[in-house]
C-alpha cells in the first residue's frame, strides 16, 4: 500500500511569513495526526482528526496554526505568521484504528526552517 | 501520562544481538507499549507493541517485565540500518481517545 504522503519537502521561509503543508493519508484511515519534531527532540502531537472532526487540539497553539481535514482524506495544516521557534519537522500520520491501536503511518515529513 | 525512562545511547556492534531497555514505572494496566524507531531523515516507524506477554515479529522481540514497570526491546542481530533512535511509548486513552506521547528515545548506533 502507498505510504503517507507529505510536501513540500523542505520550505525556508523569513519570519512572520505564513506557509502551509499538505497531507494524504493511507486510504481508508479515519484517524489523521500532525505532529511536530524538534532537533534533538521527539514528536509532539499538535492536532488529533478522527474522519474529518478535531478530536484532540490541546497543543496546538491555535493563536498561529491552524488544520482542516476537509472531506476527511487529505489535511493542511497551516501557520501563520511564522515565528524562529516554529523551525521543525512536521510529521503526519495517519491509522486505522480509532486512535492508533495497531500502530501509526508516519510520513517522511517536511522540515520547516525560518530565518 | 505515564512517563517513559530511556537511556540517551547505546552501541552495539553489527550482527550482535541488543537488548534496549524503558522504564515505565508509571504506566496503568490498560496502557499497552508501543515502541516505534526513526531512521535518519524520516518519520517514526511502527516496530512492536505488547501489554502484559512477551511479543515477537519479524523486526523485533518485546519482553515485559512481570509487574510490567519495564520493557526490553530486542534486535537479535542488529545490522547498520538499524541505526536510529528508539522510542518506548504508552498507548494510553485519555479523553475519550488514545494517545502517545514520545520522549527522546534512545539513540542506537551500530558499529561495523
Known amino acids: 500500500e502507498a505510504g503517507v504522503a507529505q510536501s513540500p519537502r523542505y520550505k525556508i521561509i523569513e519570519k512572520r511569513q505564513s506557509v502551509a503543508f499538505w497531507c494524504n493519508p493511507i486510504s481508508g484511515h479515519a484517524t489523521l495526526y500532525w505532529y511536530q519534531q524538534i532537533l534533538g527532540q521527539g514528536p509532539k502531537l499538535l492536532i488529533q482528526?478522527?474522519?474529518?472532526?478535531?478530536?484532540?487540539d490541546s497543543q496546538l497553539p491555535k493563536d498561529r496554526f491552524s488544520a482542516e481535514r476537509l472531506k476527511g482524506v487529505d489535511s493542511t495544516l497551516k501557520i501563520q505568521p511564522a515565528k524562529l521557534e516554529d523551525s521543525a519537522v512536521y510529521l503526519c500520520?495517519?491509522?486505522?484504528?480509532?486512535?492508533?491501536?495497531?500502530?501509526?503511518?508516519f510520513g517522511s515529513g517536511t522540515r520547516l526552517t525560518v530565518v | 501520562d505515564a512517563k517513559t525512562t530511556q537511556p540517551n545511547s547505546m552501541e552495539s556492534n553489527e550482527e550482535e544481538p541488543v537488548h534496549l531497555p524503558c522504564n515505565h514505572s508509571t504506566i496503568s494496566g490498560t496502557d499497552y507499549i508501543h515502541w516505534y524507531r526513526q531512521l535518519p531523515s524520516q518519520g517514526p516507524e511502527y516496530v512492536i507493541h505488547g501489554l502484559t506477554s512477551n511479543v515477537n515479529n519479524r523486526m523485533a522481540s518485546l519482553a515485559i517485565a512481570e509487574d510490567r514497570k519495564s520493557s526490553t526491546l530486542i534486535l537479535h542481530r542488529a545490522t547498520l540500518r538499524d541505526a536510529a533512535v528508539y522510542y518506548c511509548?504508552?498507548?494510553?486513552?485519555?479523553?475519550?481517545?488514545?494517545?502517545?506521547?514520545f520522549g527522546t528515545g534512545t539513540r542506537l548506533k551500530v558499529l561495523a
Open positions: 500520520a495517519s491509522s486505522f484504528a480509532p486512535g492508533g491501536y495497531y500502530g501509526y503511518t
Open positions: 482528526f478522527q474522519n474529518n472532526g478535531v478530536v484532540d
Open positions: 511509548i504508552p498507548h494510553y486513552y485519555t479523553s475519550g481517545t488514545y494517545k502517545y506521547i
